[in-house]
Each structure stands twice: as C-alpha cells, then as structure tokens.
C-alpha cells in the first residue's frame, strides 16, 4: 500500500490533482479540503489511500493524516463508500465532521448531499467510539495537527519568500493565536502584513 506521494502538482482540479512524482503523473482523487491547500505547479506532499476494485485501482489522497484518518474511519461504515467519504470531507472540514459525531449532530451529517438520516445514524453510532478512544482521533490532537499543519506550511512558504525563520515563527504565533480557524491563505497574507 502507498503511504504518500511527493511531487510537483502537475494538474489541479477540485476533484483531483495530478502529481509528478520522477516523471510519473499519479492521479490523486481529492477531497475539496485538501484541494483549497493545494497550488498547481507547487511541490506537495498527499497521503494516500489506495482503494482496490475489480475494474480500477483509485487513489485517494489528503493534505493531512488526520483528514486520511478521517476517510478511512468514515469508509468503515456500512452505506459510506470512497466516493461517499470523499463528498463528506469535501462538505464539513475534519473538524466540523469530528465535532458533529461528538455532539451527534444529526442535522449537520444530513447537511452533506446524498446523506440520509439512517446513514447520518450509522455514522455517529459507529464512530462516536472510535473518534473518543483512538489517539489519533482525539478531537483535541485533531485541532492541534491541523494548526501545525497550517504553521508548518506557512513557515516553509514565507521562509521560501526569503523571511527568516525566528521572525516567521514569531509572527505565526501571533496570527495563529488571534485566527486559530484561518485557513492556509489567511494566515500567509495576515502573516505577510506583520513582516
């Protein structure tokens, strides 16, 4: 099995990325979470989950491990296949997907397209447990993977603009603590402002 693939982002649509990896093109079946992180022509780096079928072999990939978590704890459920995961992770980010099975948030599940009540049920029944006792599942790791991620990809982006390190930290730190929710872009253009 794959555990990522490394490479330049050869194509980028919502629905999937093209990444070149040694003169290889993989394509990647992507969530729209991980495709607002992604930039065509930009070296990324997706965590993959390969699904085996009779007629093909899909490769499904995401920004963060915890986001591939996330998918394959969702295509555990009866009633969720890939597809069904990938649509569900493309309407709620991680978070608001781990805090609507937490708090069984029946509506919000039901908010996704195609998601009825009796699979909106089987979800929060069957992964309340999982999400609560799993350590990479926790809801709070959760928050936290997701800003390092965030700070981590920031920091590479405005080091690679020339900004040196101690002083992008600094500043991610104070971003980060007033927009603990921004995304990607946000939290590089608020950063660019304070450097």
Avoid: W
């Amino acid at each position: 099995m794959y555990e990522y693939v490394k490479g330049l982002v050869a194509e980028l649509n919502p629905a999937y990325a093209v990444v070149e990896a040694n003169g290889i093109g993989y394509f990647v079946n992507i969530s729209l979470t991980s495709y607002s992180a992604l930039r065509q022509g930009e070296q990324t780096q997706l965590f993959l989950h390969q699904v085996v079928r009779e007629d093909a072999h899909l490769l499904f990939g995401f920004v963060t491990k915890v986001e591939r978590e996330l998918f394959r704890q969702l295509i555990t459920v009866n009633g969720v296949g890939p597809n069904t995961a990938r649509l569900i992770l493309s309407s709620l980010t991680p978070q608001e997907l781990t805090n609507a099975i937490l708090s069984e948030n029946l509506v919000k599940l039901k908010s996704v397209k195609g998601i009825g009540a009796k699979t909106a049920q089987r979800i929060i029944i069957d992964l309340k447990d999982k999400i609560n006792l799993s350590g990479e599942m926790d809801a709070a790791e959760i928050f936290a993977a997701s800003d390092n991620t965030i700070k981590k990809d920031a920091l590479l982006t405005l080091t690679t603009l020339g900004f040196a390190k101690a002083a992008v930290e600094k500043v991610l730190d104070k971003v980060l603590k007033e927009k603990p929710d921004a995304s990607l872009e946000t939290v590089i253009k608020l950063s660019l402002n304070y450097l």
